[in-house]
């Protein structure tokens, strides 16, 4: 069972910036694809930022540009480094990775409360 646990999550101030860190059982050279996905209340989970396991990102549009995902392959870790953040992205943020086998895995979640 692959344990995924986030950390990293608060409040912050509009045009603020926090870092989410993810730290997984699983290494990150047995994974297909690492991703990072939110849910504001009233609302589906929605897909953030993705890494493939050839190290190509991938960005929703409305985080593109102030939103970056990276990996520590050596920490089994995954970060997602989030600049000029905005109300609009205050959502409880889940990490996901999924393995080769093609099961997906999710971590619990971290609040991240943006203030205007």
């Known amino acids: 069972q692959v344990q995924l646990v986030e950390s990293g999550g608060g409040l912050v101030q509009a045009g603020g910036s926090l870092r989410l860190s993810c730290a997984t059982s699983?290494?990150?050279?047995?994974?297909?694809?690492m991703g990072w996905y939110r849910q504001a209340p009233g609302k589906q989970r929605e897909w953030v930022a993705r890494?493939?396991?050839?190290?190509?990102?991938y960005y929703e549009d409305v985080v593109k540009g102030r939103f970056t995902i990276s990996r520590d392959s050596a920490k089994n870790m995954v970060y997602l480094q989030m600049n000029s953040l905005k109300p609009e992205d205050t959502a409880v943020y889940y990490c996901?990775?999924?393995?080769?086998?093609?099961?997906?895995?999710w971590g619990q979640g971290t609040q991240v409360t943006v203030s205007s």
């Open positions: 996901s990775l999924v393995v080769r086998d093609g099961r997906r895995y």
């Open positions: 699983e290494s990150i050279f047995s994974v297909n694809s």
């Open positions: 890494l493939s396991s050839g190290r190509s990102t």
